[in-house]
């Protein structure tokens, strides 16, 4: 078996999602907009295009003719999908997926109105007018997103009249393309959150990884941890209400469910059809396979029989402080080094910015996870990027 992936988006998740397919004697092609990118340093070709450009979508998928087109991003033209599939390539998981999952209206009314799922009350809006509207329904506080944009881009939380307009401006400002459409959701006061790591399989056998608890700033993941303690009741909930969002979305692979768990109740927030950034604990060595080894078995049909906890473990990400346009040199990593049962992974990406993500410590073992935390945090706290 050799196969032919091309790999539109080559971040850090992409990184190891090419080592794992190497390891299985694969040829990737990495692709993104801008050279160097961490997959691109590992995969077999790469090509830098705007994916968000699909003409130029067209030129590098009838170029390369890949069995597999794995997204590991968002901003993509990925409309362009259902096309390719009519053409006997495979999307992962699937156009459907992948279309439904970009668009916060479709994935919503998804749930809600044909799965029934339990969610966040929730209304739109395409105008100010209609914001006023639909936050008079929901009510305060609430959170104001765009239909579709990524890493919390134009999400903000309105607590009283005087933010709506700043909210719709910072919203519309932050979606992705000319979608001048929003959504309002009821602020849940959740007591956490997690996101549940779930492998479909070609022979319907879907798979659980233990749940992982997680914390955001600025939209993007700071710790997560594996695995979160909860009720049991809580976790069957959350399990059976990804089964049935991913059978309805179709295909195989690693999707990133997440939920909130408020008042005793279970609420269904997002997912992603790929490798989920609060899965590089997986890294750590939590798991027989880690999350992108999971997803690239399912990809290429290796049957996965089970995934099972091995041991404790927490991450935490290394950020950037400033800007750096030639390939940011990493500082103390011999002292990182000598904490005992932590590691650290570096993404090797060309250029930095204030808070962007440049690496990433783990911590492992029998301890709990609020240790293991801490641990992690304090790999990351004295690796510095100059």
């Given amino acids: 078996m050799r196969k032919k992936i091309l790999l539109l988006g080559s971040g850090e998740l992409g990184k190891e999602f090419v080592i794992s397919m190497q390891r299985l004697g694969q040829y990737v092609i990495a692709v993104d907009n801008y050279k160097n990118a961490p997959a691109m340093q590992l995969a077999h070709d790469y090509e830098v295009i705007d994916m968000l450009d699909g003409t130029e979508l067209d030129r590098v998928v009838f170029k390369?003719?890949?069995?597999?087109?794995?997204?590991?991003?968002?901003?993509?033209?990925?409309?362009?999908?259902?096309?390719?599939?009519?053409?006997?390539?495979?999307?992962?998981?699937?156009?459907?997926?992948?279309?439904?999952?970009?668009?916060?209206?479709?994935?919503?009314?998804?749930?809600v109105l044909e799965l029934g799922?339990?969610?966040?009350?929730?209304?739109?809006?395409?105008?100010?007018?209609?914001?006023?509207?639909?936050?008079?329904?929901?009510?305060?506080?609430?959170?104001?997103?765009?239909?579709?944009?990524?890493?919390?881009?134009?999400?903000?939380?309105?607590?009283?009249?005087?933010?709506?307009?700043?909210?719709?401006?910072?919203?519309?400002?932050?979606?992705?393309?000319?979608?001048?459409?929003?959504i309002v959701e009821e602020f849940i006061n959740?007591?956490?959150?997690?996101?549940?790591?779930?492998?479909?399989?070609?022979?319907?056998?879907?798979?659980?990884?233990?749940?992982?608890?997680?914390?955001?700033?600025?939209?993007?993941?700071?710790?997560?941890?594996?695995?979160?303690?909860?009720?049991?009741?809580?976790?069957?909930?959350?399990?059976?209400?990804a089964r049935d969002i991913t059978a309805a979305l179709g295909g195989n692979g690693i999707w990133g469910?997440?939920?909130?768990?408020?008042?005793?109740?279970?609420?269904?927030?997002?997912?992603?059809p790929r490798p989920h950034d609060t899965g590089m604990v997986t890294l750590a060595g939590t798991q027989n396979f880690n999350e992108f080894e999971l997803h690239a078995r399912a990809i290429l049909g290796i049957?996965?029989?089970?995934?099972?906890?091995?041991?404790?473990?927490?991450?935490?990400?290394?950020?950037?402080?400033?800007?750096?346009n030639n390939f940011p040199v990493y500082l103390r990593m011999k002292e990182a080094a000598k904490i005992p049962n932590t590691d650290f992974k570096i993404f090797g990406k060309p250029s930095s910015h204030k808070f962007r993500r440049m690496g990433v410590a783990l911590a492992y073992g029998k301890e709990n996870t609020s240790c293991l935390v801490n641990k992690a945090k304090e790999v990351s706290s004295i690796i510095g990027v100059d």
């Fill in 190 to 241: 959740f007591d956490y959150e997690i996101t549940l790591l779930t492998l479909t399989q070609n022979d319907g056998n879907t798979l659980f990884c233990p749940p992982i608890g997680h914390r955001q700033e600025r939209g993007d993941y700071q710790e997560s941890w594996q695995p979160i303690d909860m009720k049991n009741s809580h976790l069957q909930a959350a399990q059976e209400m």
């Fill in 257 to 272: 469910v997440e939920f909130f768990i408020a008042q005793n109740s279970v609420y269904f927030s997002e997912l992603s």
């Fill in 117 to 182: 799922l339990k969610t966040a009350k929730y209304q739109y809006a395409t105008s100010l007018k209609e914001l006023q509207e639909a936050v008079d329904v929901i009510g305060y506080p609430c959170v104001v997103k765009p239909l579709m944009s990524s890493s919390g881009k134009g999400q903000s939380i309105l607590k009283s009249k005087l933010d709506i307009q700043n909210a719709w401006a910072y919203a519309i400002s932050g979606s992705r393309g000319d979608l001048m459409e929003i």
């Fill in 303 to 324: 049957p996965v029989l089970r995934v099972c906890l091995l041991q404790n473990g927490a991450s935490s990400v290394v950020l950037a402080e400033k800007e750096n």
């Fill in 64 to 111: 390369h003719q890949p069995d597999f087109i794995v997204p590991e991003v968002e901003s993509i033209r990925t409309e362009k999908f259902y096309d390719y599939e009519k053409k006997g390539m495979t999307v992962i998981p699937s156009a459907k997926a992948v279309n439904y999952t970009m668009n916060r209206k479709a994935i919503r009314d998804l749930a």
